[in-house]
């Protein structure tokens, strides 16, 4: 999968990914709770790298050939977030993804939801 790099902090070298999460509801994406996650999304706002920064996300991968604010490049250098870039669709990046070895977990959630019985 060919990925260009946008932005990274000049000593980034190598991330620590554990996890891959894709969406584009930043609502969804504050509410996971996985340590060094990479985030693949194809919105191109502010907002993102802003979610990004408030849970502690590694990188992010624009997806869709969308192109990267230069907002999103300030924002990114302020939070040492890496900014990465690839033409292929979110579904495509994914699959790609989980071909170099990366396993579906469950959503993983910052609050308990409480199950009620149907009558």
Same mark, same amino acid.
């Given at each position: 999968?060919?990925?260009?790099?946008?932005?990274?902090?000049?000593?980034?070298?190598?991330?620590?990914?554990?996890?891959?999460?894709? #969406?584009? @509801?930043? #609502?969804?994406?504050?509410?996971?709770?996985?340590?060094?996650?990479?985030?693949?999304?194809? @919105?191109?706002?502010? &907002?993102?790298?802003? #979610?990004?920064?408030?849970?502690?996300? #590694?990188?992010?991968?624009?997806?869709?050939?969308?192109?990267?604010?230069?907002?999103?490049?300030?924002?990114?250098?302020?939070?040492?977030?890496?900014?990465?870039?690839?033409?292929?669709?979110?579904?495509?990046?994914?699959?790609?993804?989980?071909?170099?070895?990366?396993?579906?977990?469950?959503? &993983?959630?910052?609050?308990?939801?409480?199950? @009620?019985?149907?009558?």
């Amino acid at each position: 999968m060919k990925i260009i790099a946008v932005h990274g902090p000049v000593d980034y070298g190598e991330l620590e990914i554990n996890s891959v999460f894709a #969406s584009d @509801l930043l #609502s969804d994406v504050l509410m996971c709770e996985l340590e060094n996650l990479l985030l693949i999304t194809s @919105l191109t706002t502010e &907002q993102v790298i802003r #979610s990004a920064g408030i849970i502690g996300i #590694s990188a992010v991968v624009v997806s869709n050939n969308k192109a990267v604010t230069k907002g999103m490049i300030k924002l990114a250098g302020e939070e040492d977030i890496v900014i990465l870039q690839t033409r292929f669709p979110t579904f495509e990046t994914c699959l790609r993804t989980s071909e170099t070895g990366f396993k579906a977990k469950p959503f &993983q959630n910052r609050h308990q939801r409480r199950r @009620l019985p149907l009558k």
